[in-house]
């Protein structure tokens, strides 16, 4: 899969993305990230990509030149109108299945803003998809296009190396992990609970799915409207939740 980030920070992305299984991914070409500098794309002699905007208030915009060039470079480049999502807090929020959607393509664009904004004609020109991480402001659309690729990524086949992993863990069947114990045996006198010491496989199978129920329903009875449960499940989330099977959509 490629990424292609059009930002004015590359470094930032770039030494952000390089390193840890992302960065292995990369070098082993399951990936390729690609930075690519908008204010290369500077049409004036300053290399000033931003203005006043028109109407007045606070802060500057990123001009719609420079970007639409910038776009249009990489259009070329990668042979065909590719994807592109815009980071800002208008956008609808980033979720595990947003990621899952964004995994098939091949090429993914992500625009990045600063200052106040882009012009908005640009956007209404090449991008395709708006994208919020979480319901707070930024100082631009790096850090966010970063969590992004990193999610995307992670689902990339070969990307982790037990594929099983991206499958079985948080979200993916719209409930929280488990909690998971290493040696040693006691530590702080707290001791790993005795089941996962049976070697019995289907009691410690059930017992980390009850686990998760029980995670769920305590930080995040919001998802469990989404899981699907077993009529004891129900119960044992309703009992810890303290909210009504209907609260929860049960
Ligand atoms: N840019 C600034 N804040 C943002 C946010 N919350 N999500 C995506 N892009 C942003």
Redesign the pocket.
């Known amino acids: 899969m490629n990424f292609y980030i059009m930002t004015l920070f590359p470094e930032m992305v770039m030494d952000g993305l390089h390193t840890s299984i992302i960065g292995r991914a990369v070098n082993n070409g399951l990936l390729s990230i690609e930075a690519v500098n908008i204010r290369d794309y500077a049409f004036n002699k300053h290399n000033s990509v931003d203005d006043y905007p028109y109407g007045g208030g606070a802060g500057m915009l990123m001009q719609a030149e420079p970007v639409y060039q910038c776009y249009r470079a990489l259009e070329e480049r990668i042979g065909k109108k590719p994807r592109v999502v815009y980071?800002?807090?208008q956008?609808k929020t980033?979720h595990q299945e947003m990621a899952e959607e964004f995994a098939k393509e091949e090429e993914l664009v992500f625009l990045?803003?600063h200052y106040e904004g882009i012009d908005e004609r640009v956007l209404e020109e090449i991008v395709t998809d708006y994208?919020?991480?979480?319901?707070?402001?930024?100082?631009?659309?790096e850090?966010?296009a970063m969590i992004m690729v990193d999610a995307i990524s992670r689902l990339v086949p070969g990307v982790l190396h037990n594929d099983v992993s991206a499958e079985f863990e948080s979200f993916q069947d719209h409930l929280l992990e488990y909690p998971q114990y290493s040696r040693p045996e006691v530590w702080h006198d707290k001791r790993v609970p005795e089941v996962l010491m049976s070697g019995h496989h289907a009691n410690i199978e059930k017992w980390r799915r009850e686990q998760s129920v029980i995670r769920t329903a305590k930080n995040r009875p919001d998802l469990l409207l989404k899981a699907e449960l077993t009529e004891e499940e129900k119960r044992l989330a309703e009992e810890i939740s303290g909210c009504k099977a209907g609260d929860m959509g049960l």
């Open positions: 980071l800002s807090p956008g980033f990045c803003g994208v919020s991480i979480g319901d707070y402001v930024l100082t631009g659309g850090l966010p």
